[in-house]
């Protein structure tokens, strides 16, 4: 089936700290898997993505990782800001032609 | 200038009525999507136009109809709204068809049915 699941569905951090988000897939042909970034009141944005011939991509302070063999990745933010608050969505290429996304995850982060 | 622009931005309606939501994009992309954001913010894709013709159409009631005059724009019609169509409605294009590009979103349609 088509499945994209995400935890935690909320997550709350000091400045500074880390942020770890993970989700797994169900299709095993997934091979494009996007994150995107949702301020209040706003539209999601994409802010990293990996395709299933990588293992980890990095972009500043966000990096992502991929375990292709156990349907696995996760978004890892580091020196976590206030601007850094939002909810969080990874998402799956899905039977080759459309994007599903997980149920997002909200992030808190505290000065 | 905005890439993907959807109108309105906030629509309030009784229920029965039928409305209309417009989107387009000026990114040259082939592809355009409907999503739907509930309260709980879970992102659920309804359709997909890629060059006109519709590609993917979820379990969506027959009362959503959406329409593409041409690949830059992607209208959603729908008919004898319900509560249950409140909601966020984003539009989005994307370069493939494939779902393997980035989804490039409209600043969304509040729907608030009555």
């Known amino acids: 089936g088509e499945n994209v699941e995400q935890h935690p569905s909320t997550l709350s951090v000091q400045e500074g700290d880390s942020a770890v988000i993970k989700c797994t897939y169900s299709?095993?042909?997934?091979?494009?898997f996007p994150w995107y970034k949702q301020e209040l009141g706003k539209r999601p944005q994409l802010i990293i993505d990996?395709?299933?011939?990588?293992g980890e991509k990095k972009d500043q302070r966000i990096a992502v990782t991929l375990n292709k063999t156990a349907k696995h990745f996760s978004l890892h933010i580091t020196e976590t800001q206030p601007e850094d608050s939002a909810v969080y969505f990874c998402?799956?290429?899905?039977?080759?032609?459309?994007?599903?996304f997980g149920a997002g995850t909200r992030l808190f982060v505290k000065a | 200038d905005t890439a993907v622009s959807q109108t309105p931005k906030y629509l309030v309606t009784q229920m029965g009525n039928d409305k209309s939501i417009k989107c387009e994009q000026n990114?040259?992309?082939?592809?355009m999507y409907w999503y739907k954001q509930d309260s709980k913010k879970f992102l659920k894709i309804m359709f997909s136009?890629?060059?006109?013709?519709?590609?993917i159409n979820e379990t969506v009631p027959n009362r959503f109809s959406p329409k593409s005059p041409d690949k830059a724009h992607l209208n959603l019609h729908i008919n004898s709204l319900e509560l249950g169509d409140s909601a966020v409605y984003f539009c989005?294009?994307?370069?493939?068809?494939?779902?393997?590009?980035?989804?490039?979103f409209g600043n969304g349609t509040r729907l608030t049915v009555t």
């Open positions: 989005a294009s994307s370069q493939d068809r494939g779902g393997r590009s980035p989804l490039h």
């Open positions: 299709d095993s042909a997934s091979n494009y």
């Open positions: 990996i395709r299933s011939n990588v």
């Open positions: 998402a799956a290429s899905v039977g080759g032609f459309k994007t599903i």
């Open positions: 990114l040259g992309h082939d592809t």
């Open positions: 136009y890629n060059n006109k013709e519709l590609i």
